[in-house]
């Protein structure tokens, strides 16, 4: 695929950033594509490796390697080496319902896994999916494709995420009617208000709502079901349902003060409000309406991509200062010998938002194997200070498992007037599952009935995402919902042809 000797012959080259101190001025996406001749020559660096780990999706060890999804990337990759982009599109959609999402958020496990990177770089797979999908919508290749048959058969998808997009679309190309209903004001999910606007840009998912109601679907938006629309509605007007809503519980900490504080926020809501504040004032903050960093030291407890866009954002905000905390020792900067190639690779990344406090600020915002002990407030209630201690790592004697625990002596307090907490989130929402009357497994996750099985315990009720699996990648996501999808045109028309 590609050009047999293009590895050897051509570097990789990665689209352009914006400075640190340049892009922190705005909320906007800050890359520059190649030309169409450099993104030729980066494709045609896709090997003929025989065997293509990038497309795999194999879990080895408890962690991915290679596309979920199972993306025919040589072959795509080959395609825009040959400048055929249009069947690189066909070939590319038809595995994957988003890539214009994918090739902006998700981490790039293909790369990862990319033969290439073996002994060298990879191949810059994600920028030519970017590639691929940017020029189908520019030449009409993207356009709406409506199914021409109908089946008669109804579904609703609650929650309009990525795998409840993935389960829509799918469900929606069978010919079955499809309905997304989504609690919030705008449909995407997490895709909309849980990562930042510097990531993925909202008008690209409006974009792709567009067309999937072109083809057909409807969303209805500020529909809470198990609050203002009942369960019992959907059950009795669908023949299937399938429960998307995420993993939504933010996984809190347990510190002195954390309650009565005032200044303590979860990521995701600081995240939203920083979105929905744009998207109604023309991309300009106005203050008031969103939770704001400005002038403020902000500690963030976290330090995955979560944690990652509180510091992107804060900065963007106007921060005084931007600590990052992580609970676990600092990653090697090159694998170890013990992690070799194809795992993924336990490194440690400096991300956008930590370049960015890096220029600004003129060091790393992130302070390892550390935690918040206490929160302290002035006389008002607002915090003012948080006091940090040191973990270290010791085995449980009664579990045998490894926990960070606390270090006494090893307290420090430091200036903090607003902090974020980004450590994750822990199951399904109660109202929901409640309503619904499902089951839960041990991690409070929506119980399936048996193995691989998206059904339920409660009759033509289905669940795919975050709420079945717990907490992944967007797409992972996506996977699941694709594999739901399937087995519910499976239950409604007695075989499938997903």
């Known amino acids: 695929m590609g050009k047999s000797t293009g590895f ?15 892009r922190i001025k ?51 990759n080959d395609l825009v080496y040959q400048g055929n982009l249009d069947i690189a599109y066909k070939r590319l959609h038809k595995t994957s319902n988003f890539p214009e999402f994918t090739c902006r958020v998700c981490p790039g496990l293909c790369e990862k896994a990319c033969t290439c990177s073996l002994n060298g770089e990879a191949v810059t797979t994600k920028a030519n999916e970017m590639a691929i999908i940017e020029y189908a919508y520019d030449h009409g290749l993207a356009d709406a494709n409506p199914p021409k048959q109908r089946t008669g058969k109804r579904v609703a998808v609650v929650g309009s995420g990525p795998s ?24 995407g999910g997490l895709l909309r208000y849980g990562i930042p606007n510097m990531k993925l840009e909202k008008q690209i998912i409006d ?38 809503c995420g993993s939504s519980n933010p996984r809190d900490i347990d510190a002195i003060g954390r309650k ?34 400005k002038d403020k030291d902000v500690v963030i407890i976290g330090g995955g991509d979560t944690g990652n ?8 905000h106007g921060c005084k200062s931007v600590t990052q905390l992580e609970m676990m020792p600092k990653a090697p900067d090159q694998r170890a010998e013990n992690n070799p190639w194809p795992q993924w690779p336990l490194v440690c990344k ?98 399936s009935v048996a193995k691989d099985s998206f059904a339920t315990n409660v009759d033509k009720v289905f669940t795919a995402g975050d709420m079945h699996t717990g907490q992944s990648l967007v797409v992972k996501a996506i996977r699941s919902g694709r594999d739901c999808a399937r087995q519910v045109d499976e239950y409604l028309m007695g075989y499938t042809n997903l």
């Open 8 to 22: 050897l012959e051509y570097e990789r080259v990665e689209e352009v950033a914006s400075h640190p101190l340049e």
């Open 26 to 76: 705005n909320f906007n996406e800050f890359h520059t594509p190649l030309s169409v001749e450099e993104r030729q020559r980066q494709a045609a660096r896709c090997m003929d490796c025989g065997v293509p780990f990038c497309q795999s999706g194999m879990t080895i060890k408890g962690m991915t390697s290679g596309c979920p999804l199972n993306n025919l990337i040589p072959e795509w």
């Open 164 to 187: 409840g997009l993935a389960v829509a679309d799918q469900l929606n190309r069978r010919g079955h009617s499809v309905t997304v209903y989504e609690r919030n004001d705008k449909v």
């Open 207 to 244: 974009r792709k709502i567009h067309v999937m109601e072109q083809e057909g679907i409807s969303f209805i938006v500020n529909a809470n079901i198990g609050d203002n629309v009942k369960s019992a509605e959907l059950t009795s007007k669908y023949d299937a349902v399938v429960l998307c």
């Open 260 to 293: 009565e504080a005032k200044g303590i926020y979860f990521a995701v809501d600081f995240l939203a409000s920083t979105t929905k504040c744009l998207w109604n004032n023309n991309m300009q903050l106005v203050d008031g309406q969103y939770i704001s960093a």
């Open 309 to 316: 866009d509180c510091v992107g954002t804060a900065i963007r």
């Open 350 to 447: 400096t991300d956008y938002g930590q370049e960015e406090a890096i220029a600004k600020f003129g060091h790393d915002p992130r302070i390892y194997t550390t935690t918040v002990k206490e929160f302290k407030t002035d006389k008002s209630g607002n915090l003012k200070s948080a006091v940090l201690v040191s973990l270290e790592s010791k085995v449980d004697k009664k579990t045998g498992r490894k926990m960070m625990v606390p270090v006494e002596g090893t307290e420090k307090e430091v200036k903090c007037q607003l902090c974020l907490i980004a450590a994750g989130f822990l199951g399904s929402e109660k109202y929901v599952v409640d309503a619904f009357k499902v089951g839960l497994d041990a991690r409070t996750n929506v119980a």
